[in-house]
């Protein structure tokens, strides 16, 4: 009827209350990616009180790590300097999502919400009088405990994990009002498994500086946990490894991959493994794709099972693709698929990925859950590979990284550093769920991630 005005879903919530902290811990052992040797990591922690309609109230948590090496690498500002201002930033979202009054889904509230953050990353910037400007993924990265948390609440409050709230009933929107006209009459739910798959394999990811062998080990850390790439793979049953290559040192990378492979090999062989695979990550750091395939082309020369077993290429070249129109993948992804990882930052960047040649994307919950699952369904849309990337996740924040990888179907795989590097920040969470922190045989055991909300706490 005419003047009825027609009130929030049942369902909906709103943001009674959110406040924000931090921990810090110190790595076992550094760990160097993309021309940094990372050694330390700040947690930003989230909780949020939400409410119903009717009243109903529930808590959501969530935990990130910061990860200002990778989502605002800088070589003009220090590690303190970009750490502040991602700090700086999380207080202004702390106080945007606090007083954002409207009731919806977490993701219709993430969506009203991102524009805000971003607009706040540019008053820090001039606030800070930094030199460069905090990156859209680094805002991302700052924002995704509070979505993550949102989510959490939303689930909890109404008994249900985050991924039974996807479908109609309580998502009451298709994709074309996130993703476009084009995706209209599709639904989140129809890309998102409700029950987590059992078992999901873990990507052991080794550093520039990590040791393969007892011989270069020139400082024993001693705490119990393996010290060398081999030890690793007989102690967590490893069968999926991640290369992190300079990118910018065709020699070098060529001799890590290969030497790297030599220890698989052997260790493989010893444990009656026949088939194991690699992922390789450039970090960006490839001067052009014309160097990707030079080191494509000469590693299957020299070493043809080696080849073979690389299952994708992250990101190789420059993360802003606009402006890197001439370093297409086309040729590249003909012989492994090469996926879109630090330019992942929405469904714009996406298309312009899948546009030059890219044929994959690295989900992360570091870019917020609301992200995730929308990128998921708009990877599996446009018939693109996909596999789950870590930003050394621990505790909480591994938890959410783990029930995005259970529940995107088709994934490759889960990247999980933080047991090899901070292994302090899980010792409250292991003995909760042993299965996501204590990798034993190669693969890591989702199916108890059922519980309310993001299955944490």
């Known amino acids: 009827m005419p003047g009825i005005v027609k009130g929030p879903h049942a369902g909906a919530i709103r943001i009674e ?70 700090k700086a930033l999380a207080d202004k979202v702390n106080a945007l999502t606090g007083s954002y009054r409207e009731y919806g889904h977490p993701i219709d509230i993430n969506c009203a919400l991102e524009p805000s953050y971003l607009s706040a990353a540019s008053e820090v910037t001039k606030e800070l009088k930094l030199s460069e400007p905090i ?5 991302l990265v700052t924002a995704s405990a509070f979505d993550a948390a949102i989510h959490d609440a939303f689930g909890k409050i109404h008994g249900r994990n985050v991924y039974q709230t ?23 739910n129809q890309f998102l498994l409700t029950r987590p798959t059992p078992q999901i394999p873990v990507y052991h990811s080794v550093g520039a500086l990590d040791p393969l062998t007892r011989p270069e080990v020139t400082h024993l850390i001693g705490d119990g946990l393996p010290e060398t790439l081999g030890d690793w793979m007989k102690y967590s049953g490893i069968d999926h490894v991640k290369i992190k290559l300079t990118g910018d040192d065709l020699d070098w990378d060529l001799r890590r991959v290969l030497a790297i492979d030599k220890v698989a090999t052997e260790v493989e062989r010893d444990r009656g493994v026949a088939r194991w695979k690699y992922s390789l990550d450039f970090n ?5 794709v014309q160097h990707l395939l030079q080191f494509l082309h000469t590693l299957k020369k020299r070493n043809l099972a080696a080849f073979e077993r690389i299952q994708y290429v992250e990101q190789p070249t420059r993360r802003d693709l606009s402006r890197d129109r001439q370093n297409v993948m086309h040729e590249a992804s003909k012989l492994i698929p090469v996926v879109i990882d630090e330019s992942l930052t929405g469904l714009d960047m996406l298309l312009l990925a899948r546009d030059m040649g890219y044929t994959g994307v690295a989900l992360k919950a570091c870019k917020g859950q609301s992200q995730a699952v929308l990128m998921a369904a708009a990877a599996e849309i446009n018939h693109m ?14 938890i959410q990284s783990a029930g995005i990888a259970a529940h995107v179907p088709g994934n490759a795989g889960i990247e999980a550093n933080a047991r090899e590097y901070v292994p302090a920040a899980n010792q409250q969470w292991s003995a909760k769920f042993p299965g996501i922190f204590d990798i034993r045989n190669g693969r890591m055991a989702t199916e108890t991630l059922i519980g309310p909300g993001l299955s944490a706490v």
Not at 135 to 139: A, D, V
């Open 135 to 139: 990156p859209k993924l680094c805002t």
């Open 385 to 398: 590979f996909r596999c789950v990337q870590d930003l050394t996740c621990p505790g909480a924040s591994l």
């Open 284 to 288: 960006e750091r490839c001067p052009d």
């Open 17 to 86: 209350e959110i406040r924000h902290s931090y921990e810090d811990y110190r790595y076992r052992a550094p760990y160097k990616f993309g021309g940094f040797a990372v050694d330390r990591v700040t947690l930003l922690n989230v909780e949020c009180v939400v409410r119903v309609p009717s009243g109903r109230s529930s808590k959501g948590f969530s935990s990130m790590t910061m990860g200002n090496n990778w989502s605002f690498p800088s070589r003009v500002l220090t590690y303190d300097q970009t750490l502040g201002a991602m």
């Open 166 to 188: 996807y479908g109609p009933d309580l998502l009451p929107n298709d994709l074309s009002k996130y993703l476009g006209k084009e995706y209209a009459g599709r639904w989140l």
